[in-house]
Every structure is written in C-alpha cells, then in structure tokens.
C-alpha cells in the first residue's frame, strides 16, 4: 500500500482516482473478493448498497459503494417516524430562499465562534437551487469548539455531498468507511447518504472554515482540455481515501439527517461507524490543495479564474458547472506589460469567495481570511481601489510571487441568494464603496505610446 502521502500519526490512507474503484477490510477476508452479497458473509456481516447515482446512469458517472458491516442501518431506534423530531435552527437553513436582496456586491463579516459542534456552528450565507429538485448549492461557514464525539453525535446529509475546506484548527473526520485527518490547506469531500462525525483533531480546542453543500450532479475533475490530463491542476492520483475502521459499540447515539433542507435528530442504539469492509467509488476523500500543479499565463494578460477549477459539479449543458470549486493558491505571477490582478468584470456566472489565508490580490487590504463576498449575476466587480494602484505602479517586466495565500470562489450557475441571518448579522455595510475611490484617469490629450501593431507584446 502506498503511504507516502499520508501524514505521521494519520491512519493510512488509500490512493487511487478521484472518484476511482477502492476496497478497503479491517478484518482480513472480511471484503467478499468474488461477489457483493453473499449467503454467509465473513465475520457475520451484513452486506448493504449505498449507491451515489441511478443504477442506470452511465459508468463513467454511475457512483456506489458496497458496505460490509456489523448491522445493518435499517436498525435504528426509535421505531416510529414521529420519533423523528424536526430540529430547528437558526442559521443552517436551505433554499430556496424567498426575501428580496439587490443587485450588489456584497460581503459577509466571518462567522461567530460557537459553543457548540459543527452542527450548531454552521451558518448558511448563500443558497441558490433546491435540495429537492437536487440541483444548485449552500456556502456555509462552520465555526465550532467542540467535538461531534462529545454529544455522541453523528450527521448524514441526504441532499448534498459535503466538500469542507479547514481555516483554522486540524479536523478529524470520522465516517462510515474510515478517518481522515484534514488540516488547513486541505479539502475533503463527505458524498451524500454516508453517516460521518467531525471532531476537533490534534489539539485544537476550536475550528473554522468554510463548506459547501452540493444538491446538483457529483463533483469531478474539470476536463482540462488543450491542458491535457497528465499533470495539470488536481491530480487524480493525489486524492486520498480512508481505509476501513469499525467501532463495536452499543450505546444511547444522535443522528442529525438532512433532508429535503430539513434538520431532524433522531436515536440510534449503535455507532453507525460499524462497517468492516467496504469496496466502490462513492467514497469520502481528501486532497493537499498545496499539490495543485496551477497553470498561469507565461506571456500577458489575466486569464480566466478557471484556470484554478480543482473541482466542478456539471449540468447536462457542456461546459456549464452547476458549481465550479475554483482556488487562487501561491503562484508567480509572470504576466509583462499586464495588469495583473483580476479584471473589472461583470459575469453571468455567480461569484462566492472565501480566503483560508493570507490576502487576495483583487482586495489586498480588506478581504480578511474567514469572510465570504459575494458577485451576483452581472454585479460589477474587480480590483478595489488598492488593489489598482498596487497593479499599475508595479514593474510590469519583473516577475512576481504570490505567496502564502489561498482564496477560493464557489462559481454557480443559480444567483447566490443570500441567507437573511447573514445578511442581518454579518453584512459589511460599506463594501461597495471599495471602489468608490478608483481614481478616474480619462486624459484625451494624451499623446498614446506607439504600438505593435497588434498591442502588446513587443516580439522580442
Ligand atoms: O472576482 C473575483 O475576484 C474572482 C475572479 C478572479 C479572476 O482572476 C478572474 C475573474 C474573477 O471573477
Ligand atoms: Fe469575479
């Protein structure tokens, strides 16, 4: 098994593809080799399906994975729908969403440390789509100090597959088919119908970060086009599973479901986290976003932000995400004779971002790690104020490295409809007047430099 990845004190973990085949047993023989649902199972396991797509869609995107496990999860208690009980909760909410909101930039303050676990520490700041009609996304934030495992509590989320992205503070992320440690820099993605536990890891007395939850189609690698596949962006290769790991225990456990952009606590009499073995492709993973081999231009100019896709969740229209994850990582920024930061824009697409670190050249001084703006459909946008004075009195000829950063948007489809609590509670006021000071530099009487005949660059 490879293991060179893996982290000193981390479980090992399993390479492969990004939604490629895997099998995993804690107990030797205890994976059927030959067949999925054996008369007399290994161990006295019970065989069960959690498929990820229609049976019948085709296999390049059909998802499921085989669980071999001590009970089957149809046993859980109470025994009474009424037994499940609507849990309320005031700022993880889902769409649709009906309250009006303008057409203007906006931006979220970070979210306030909780008390309580992940559950009670999500806050939703903008939906777009429906759970139901499984199509569109939530961009919540999570800000928790205390461990799932601590309330003996479990999640299973039906309409979205998860993708977490760390701020602050190491995340061990217990699930149906294994543990992963995931740290600031990286991401995991939790696939809808698997049960899971996020627990405060390696001494962190709180966290906080960022995650999306994704009604639409499974997220995959963005086809990579005239870039070709062996080594740009994300690799395959460096997406990381869990191995298999059961605990035997009978107990008093919560399960939070989502459902239908409902919360509802019901009682389990056993860990869900009892499977021994397990084999498929709908499976939890992680990835050091610190790996992304990122393309940038070698030449001039600012190309588009999709250069920076890890991962995107597509709609049946070619080319068109449902949501692109999109990140800004450390890179040279080698562009002559170009401003360098983004462009002022406006876009069709809708623009979430968040910043894990450091500072995002478009807002260098007033976009701060833990907050989120949001660019709706054709809300102009840009380089602030700052961010224009630094990019044109900048040496255009010398290269420049961006270090130590990493911003990333959620690009959807569907406007990002904001939640009302965010914005109540954590609207920064004043955010468009970021621009306000851009100096107007209109001078008709200059005499222009001569150009090449097609512009820049010079053809040297
Ligand atoms: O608006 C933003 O800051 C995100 C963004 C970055 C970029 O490099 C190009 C386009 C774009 O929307
Ligand atoms: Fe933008």
Sequence with gaps: MWRSLARRGERDVLHGSFGGMF???????????RQNSPQHPSYGLYPELVSGSAFTVPRAKNRYSWLYRIRPSVQHAPYHGSDYELMAHKTWLSPPFQHPF???????????MSSGDFVDGTVTLAANGSPAAQDGCAANAYAM????????????VADADLLILPQEGVLELRTELGDLQVEPWELAVVPRGLAFQVNLGQ?????????LENFGDHFVLPELGPIGISGGLAHARHFLAPQARYEELDGDFELVSKFM??????????????????YGCHVPCKYDMR???AINTVTYDHPDPSIGAVLSSYTTSPGLANVDFVIFPPRWLPAEGTFRPPWFHRNCMSEFMGLLTGTYDAKPDSFLPGAASIH????????????????????GMQPERYSGTLAFMWETRLV??????ALASLSEEGYPSAWQSVEKRFDATETPPLQQPYGFPPTR
């Design 23 to 33: 099998h995993s047993e804690a107990l030797p023989g205890a994976l059927p080799r």
């Design 261 to 278: 952009g409902s919360l509802y606590s019901s009682r389990l009499r056993h860990s869900p986290l009892d499977v021994v073995a397990w």
């Design 291 to 293: 790996l992304f081999m």
């Design 376 to 395: 709706n459909r054709y809300v102009p946008h840009g380089p602030d104020a700052a961010a224009v004075k630094k990019g044109t009195e900048l040496d």
């Design 102 to 112: 303008p057409p203007v930039q906006l931006r979220f303050t970070p979210a306030p």
């Design 416 to 421: 990002w409809h904001p939640s009302r609590y």
């Design 203 to 211: 001494q962190a007395s709180s966290a906080r970060g960022y995650f």
């Design 145 to 156: 100090s205390q461990s799932m495992s601590s309330k003996r509590r479990f999640l299973r």
